[in-house]
């Protein structure tokens, strides 16, 4: 008996084996719990969520832009529109489905083909478009396709049915529509330029786009939905974009399985951008346009001291409300016609004419091949080459020096002494000058294709030498010689303050922090005074006579150049010029474009008068500057 009770275990060391696989199992079905709640439950909750969940960014508003003196110009305008939520038309699509249904049941009629859905989501669409028919006089329609596009792509924005009603149409919708219609009327903003046409190159306009910020944005990984914004196409718009664009918003909202929204569960509020001031005087902006007219040309006007442009007018110009909301057909033909889409100012490429001669004669008096004495004689022709080259004036002006033949623009002078500079010397002078290369002013359209010919360019392009006979016409400023009205008027500017070049700027204080040179304009003061006087005597008795404003002393100078075209030669008027000789303030080129042979457009009797307007302006609202007397 004690044998078998000695030999009795309450262990049996078999079972070792099953608890070890019993507890290796229950630690395996623990394991896998909690991987599917740790971590499949993470990624299953995050692929709930992109399933029912949705982002829609919506547009912040554009910056303001003002002139100068604080004077608004471009701003936003509210935009009214009537919209649909389909979500809310849910359970009619079902019902009036069931009703264009119900005959081919009930006539066993194949309904292949019919997409009767659509036409039942039309038909109820259409009735709601109806009752805004009837209160607003209109007669719209649903363009089916348009509304099935909409309902497959983004179905979570509201269906607009009427864009950018009128404001009395705002109101009577206000006043008609119930609060809980399935119709509401949407606000949105647009742009609005309170000066319509002025400054409409500069300004620039905006376009639609879907392609909008989203920083700062929560719910990057959601499928997301943009409403439309806009975009900078042209001018300060295009350039600044990034600056004036606003900072968007967004919405995420749940959505039931079949897309519709259910409820809001988050909101960031869109945000105005920054507002430009730039350095544009409205006021002289607007008086340049009006003596402009119906020219075909471009004027800039700046501040020679800062480089701050104070007008840049190009004609003919277009209404910038035209682009606001969306350019019309008819708008965009006749901005097509009028040949109004280029900016003259920084995209037209002239010869400069007799403007030019300012350059010419820097040339010559740093190349010493001239003094403020030498002299020709003028017959009203010139031989170089065997070739007979013309004056203006075909009696002929006689005997003249530099500062005379400034005055009455005297071509014989420069023929004669242009070939004797000769064009490296010229083409040097006009590079160092800027007029080979553009300014770098805050405009997505400047052309870089200025020209500024000599022997060597001629040959690689045109493949052939160069003649003096090339070298006589650039120095009256004809021939292989283009610049645009901005280049003119910053080698003016220059000249003005008889330092070297400043960049030009369209912002108020835009050239704040950049160094200002010393360097001189590179002519010695006795040459830069008889350069002056031939420019203070041009405007005071000579060819820029037309120029001139009483109590101001004005330094000008006029140009008439030529453009062989297959209808005939086309004049192009010139005139550059600063004001007050004795401190800088304004500095001015003109250009009006000849568009027929028969334009007998010349620079002092066609450019001379615009500038005049301007210096008139200008001054008119500076009277402690209006300087009678003196002398630099």
């Known amino acids: 008996m004690t044998e078998f009770l000695e030999s009795h275990r309450n262990y049996n060391p078999r079972l070792r084996l099953f608890y070890g696989l019993v507890v290796l199992m229950v630690v395996v079905l623990l394991g896998g719990l909690a991987y599917r709640q740790l971590i499949s439950g993470a990624i299953y909750s995050q692929r709930e969520e992109i399933q029912n969940l949705r982002r829609v960014l919506v547009p912040g508003p554009r910056g303001n832009i003002f002139d100068r003196n604080g004077e608004l110009l471009v701003a936003n305008r509210p935009r009214f529109a009537a919209v649909v939520y389909l979500a809310e038309l849910r359970s009619e699509f079902r019902t009036e489905f069931a009703e264009i249904r119900r005959p081919f049941i009930e006539h066993d009629l194949s309904t292949e083909g019919l997409e009767l859905p659509a036409k039942a989501r039309a038909a109820v669409v259409q009735r709601y478009l109806d009752r805004i028919n009837e209160i607003l006089d209109r007669d719209e329609t649903v363009d089916s396709r348009t509304l099935e596009r909409h309902l497959h792509q983004r179905l979570i924005l509201p269906y607009f049915l009427i864009n950018d009603l009128a404001p009395e149409e705002y109101a009577k919708l206000l006043e008609q529509i119930p609060i809980d219609s399935p119709v509401q009327v949407y606000s949105s903003s647009v742009r609005h330029y309170p000066h319509g046409s002025a400054?409409?190159?500069?300004?620039?306009?905006?376009?639609?786009?879907?392609?909008?910020?989203?920083?700062?944005?929560?719910?990057?990984?959601?499928?997301?939905?943009?409403?439309?914004?806009?975009?900078?196409?042209?001018?300060?718009?295009?350039?600044?974009?990034?600056?004036?664009?606003?900072?968007?918003?967004?919405?995420?909202?749940?959505?039931?399985?079949?897309?519709?929204q259910h409820e809001r569960v988050d909101r960031k509020k869109a945000e105005q951008g920054n507002d430009l001031v730039t350095s544009i005087d409205i006021s002289l902006q607007k008086k340049i346009e009006a003596a402009l007219g119906d020219y075909r040309g471009a004027a800039?006007?700046?501040?020679?001291?800062?480089?701050?442009?104070?007008?840049?007018?190009?004609?003919?110009?277009?209404?910038?409300?035209?682009?606001?909301?969306?350019?019309?057909?008819?708008?965009?033909?006749?901005?097509?016609?009028?040949?109004?889409?280029?900016?003259?100012?920084?995209?037209?490429?002239?010869?400069?004419?007799?403007?030019?001669?300012?350059?010419?004669?820097?040339?010559?008096?740093?190349?010493?091949?001239?003094?403020?004495?030498?002299?020709?004689?003028?017959?009203?022709?010139?031989?170089?080459?065997?070739?007979?080259?013309?004056?203006?004036?075909?009696?002929?002006?006689?005997?003249?020096?530099?500062?005379?033949?400034?005055?009455?623009?005297?071509?014989?002078?420069f023929y004669e002494h242009g070939v004797n500079t000769g064009i490296e010397n010229i083409a040097a002078e006009a590079r160092r000058l800027g007029l080979h290369e553009k300014t770098g002013v805050e405009l997505p359209s400047e052309t870089g294709s200025a020209l500024v010919g000599n022997p060597g360019w001629k040959e690689r392009v045109h493949g052939t030498p160069w003649f003096p006979g090339d070298t006589a016409n650039i120095a009256i400023g004809q021939g292989y010689i283009r610049t645009t009205p901005l280049q003119m008027a910053m080698l003016t500017a220059a000249f003005a303050t008889g330092r070297d070049r400043i960049k030009p700027t369209l912002l108020l204080n835009g050239?704040?922090?950049?160094?200002?040179?010393?360097?001189?304009?590179?002519?010695?003061?006795?040459?830069?005074?008889?350069?002056?006087?031939?420019?203070?005597?041009?405007?005071?008795?000579?060819?820029?006579?037309?120029?001139?404003?009483?109590?101001?002393?004005?330094?000008?100078?006029?140009?008439?150049?030529?453009?062989?075209?297959?209808?005939?030669?086309?004049?192009?008027?010139?005139?550059?010029?600063?004001?007050?000789?004795?401190?800088?303030?304004?500095?001015?080129?003109?250009?009006?474009?000849?568009?027929?042979?028969?334009?007998?457009?010349?620079?002092?009797?066609?450019?001379?008068?615009?500038?005049?307007?301007?210096?008139?302006?200008?001054?008119?609202?500076?009277?402690?500057?209006?300087?009678?007397?003196?002398?630099?």
């Open 199 to 260: 400054a409409s190159h500069v300004l620039g306009y905006v376009g639609s786009t879907l392609e909008i910020p989203e920083e700062g944005v929560p719910g990057e990984n959601l499928t997301t939905f943009n409403i439309r914004g806009s975009q900078g196409r042209e001018g300060l718009e295009n350039y600044f974009d990034d600056h004036i664009q606003g900072r968007t918003g967004g919405e995420i909202w749940v959505v039931d399985p079949g897309g519709f």
């Open 511 to 632: 050239n704040r922090d950049a160094p200002v040179t010393a360097r001189d304009v590179g002519v010695s003061p006795e040459h830069y005074q008889a350069i002056l006087q031939g420019m203070i005597q041009a405007v005071e008795t000579g060819t820029a006579r037309n120029a001139g404003v009483p109590g101001v002393r004005i330094a000008g100078k006029t140009g008439t150049a030529q453009v062989p075209t297959r209808e005939g030669r086309l004049h192009m008027a010139w005139f550059v010029g600063f004001a007050p000789v004795e401190d800088p303030a304004i500095a001015i080129c003109v250009l009006v474009e000849g568009t027929h042979p028969d334009d007998n457009y010349g620079g002092g009797a066609t450019a001379a008068p615009i500038a005049r307007a301007a210096f008139e302006q200008f001054f008119a609202e500076r009277e402690p500057e209006r300087v009678a007397g003196g002398t630099r």
């Open 300 to 413: 800039v006007a700046l501040d020679p001291r800062t480089g701050e442009i104070l007008a840049m007018a190009t004609a003919p110009g277009y209404d910038l409300n035209d682009f606001s909301p969306a350019l019309s057909n008819s708008a965009a033909q006749e901005i097509n016609e009028t040949s109004a889409w280029p900016n003259r100012a920084v995209q037209g490429l002239y010869p400069p004419g007799s403007t030019f001669k300012l350059v010419a004669s820097m040339a010559g008096l740093r190349a010493g091949i001239i003094t403020p004495q030498t002299t020709s004689y003028c017959r009203g022709s010139h031989f170089v080459a065997g070739r007979t080259f013309h004056c203006h004036s075909r009696a002929g002006h006689g005997e003249i020096d530099l500062v005379e033949a400034l005055r009455v623009s005297c071509n014989v002078y």
